[in-house]
T-cell receptor, first 118, second 114 residues
Framework: DGGITQSPKYLFRKEGQNVTLSCEQN?????MYWYRQDPGQGLRLIYY???????QKGDIAEGYSVSREKKESFPLTVTSAQKNPTAFYLC?????????????????FGPGTRLTVT | LAKTTQPISMDSYEGQEVNITCSHN???????ITWYQQFPSQGPRFIIQ???TKVTNEVASLFIPADRKSSTLSLPRVSLSDTAVYYC???????????????FGSGTRLQVQP
């Protein structure tokens, strides 16, 4: 089955530690995204990547880092510089940007990782 | 990026048609309107996308007036399982150089009662 996997589902860390969240997709999608969701709130974009070895900051990139060394993988590191890291983290992918005027792509989301930092 | 405004919450009963309206006054020429559905502790799921007039698929219809300053997601005969948060997004989903990814707002929380 094609899809996006995120692991683990729940993650607990001590304050001051860096932690890396995994995101893998086998959909052969070019674009991948990381979002953060706080209770009762919408999704906020952290980073996105249009293609391998390229990524762009989203609206709340401070305290986070990413890499895109392989097409199928887009790990997110939550660093100790992130002031309030406890949240639900969602990874998504889409076919990718296109150059045709009528090319518009939907995002496919993973199941999410709930990170708790104490 | 176009800002969207949608109701915070809505209530309905099983079997009724639900219409959720989204306002996007400063939508740009190249922007599309996309709706997602999210259940608790899950990632959002794409429902429908459109540019103008009416789009219909197996789960919903999307109505977009000629001025494109608003759009309405219509869910026919809702059931309890349609209880979820619905997000209206406006933007160009393509990520060409200089363009930004779509932005999710707070969404509309739909509660369907028996």
């Amino acid at each position: 089955d094609g899809g996006i996997t995120q692991s683990p589902k729940y993650l607990f860390r001590k304050e001051g530690q860096n932690v890396t969240l995994s995101c893998e997709q086998n959909l052969n999608h070019d674009a991948m995204y990381w979002y953060r969701q706080d209770p009762g709130q919408g999704l906020r974009l952290i980073y996105y990547s249009q293609i391998v070895n390229d990524f762009q900051k989203g609206d709340i990139a401070e305290g986070y880092s990413v890499s895109r060394e392989k097409k199928e993988s887009f790990p997110l590191t939550v660093t100790s510089a992130q002031k309030n890291p406890t949240a639900f983290y969602l990874c998504a992918s889409s076919i990718g940007f296109g150059y045709k005027w009528d090319s518009h792509y939907e995002q496919y989301f993973g199941p999410g990782t709930r990170l708790t930092v104490t | 990026l176009a800002k969207t405004t949608q109701p915070i919450s809505m209530d309905s009963y099983e079997g009724q048609e639900v219409n959720i309206t989204c306002s996007h006054n400063n939508i740009a020429t190249n922007d599309y309107i996309t709706w997602y559905q999210q259940f608790p502790s899950q990632g959002p799921r794409f429902i429908i996308q459109g540019y103008k007039t009416k789009v219909t698929n197996e789960v919903a219809s999307l109505f977009i007036p000629a001025d494109r300053k608003s759009s309405t997601l219509s869910l026919p005969r809702v059931s309890l399982s349609d209880t979820a948060v619905y997000y209206c997004l406006v933007g160009d989903p393509r990520l060409d150089t200089g363009r930004r990814a779509l932005t999710f707002g707070s969404g509309t929380r739909l509660q369907v009662q028996p």
